[in-house]
């Protein structure tokens, strides 16, 4: 069974700091390029971030860019968002999806409906 399980959000202070975790369970991360979204109450989906299944390649959404560090480790079948200096805007559900397909570049990261599979999603709360 085809499983993504999000872990790490909460409620976390201004300027703190946070790392969500991404497990796979029933495939391997290894040939899949993985993404970041979140989504606010009121508000579209939005992409985070992504890195490449070939080459490594990552991505970051300018409101998170040189915050935010997304990493995998394929031996673990897990990958990873480091989130620093959280601002309240950051506050969202945070999901992890994989795609087969879709394209991550330094530029551009591929649409929602690029991805494949979608894990149920964490928290993230920062208060003010």
């Known amino acids: 069974q085809v499983q993504l399980v999000e872990s790490g959000g909460g409620l976390v202070q201004s300027g703190g700091s946070l790392r969500l975790s991404c497990a796979a369970s029933g495939f391997t991360l290894d040939y899949y390029g993985i993404g970041w979204f979140r989504q606010a109450p009121g508000k579209e989906r939005e992409g985070v971030s992504c890195?490449?299944?070939?080459?490594?390649?990552?991505y970051y959404a300018d409101s998170v860019k040189g915050r935010f560090t997304i990493s995998r480790d394929n031996a673990k079948n897990t990958v990873y968002l480091q989130m620093n200096s959280l601002k309240p805007e950051d506050t969202a559900v945070y999901y992890c999806?994989?795609?087969?397909?879709?394209?991550?570049?330094?530029?551009?990261?591929?649409?929602?409906?690029?991805?494949?599979?979608w894990g149920q999603g964490t928290q993230v709360t920062v208060s003010s």
């Open positions: 890195i490449s299944s070939s080459d490594g390649s990552t």
């Open positions: 999806a994989v795609t087969s397909a879709g394209l991550c570049t330094i530029a551009t990261m591929p649409a929602f409906w690029e991805y494949d599979y």
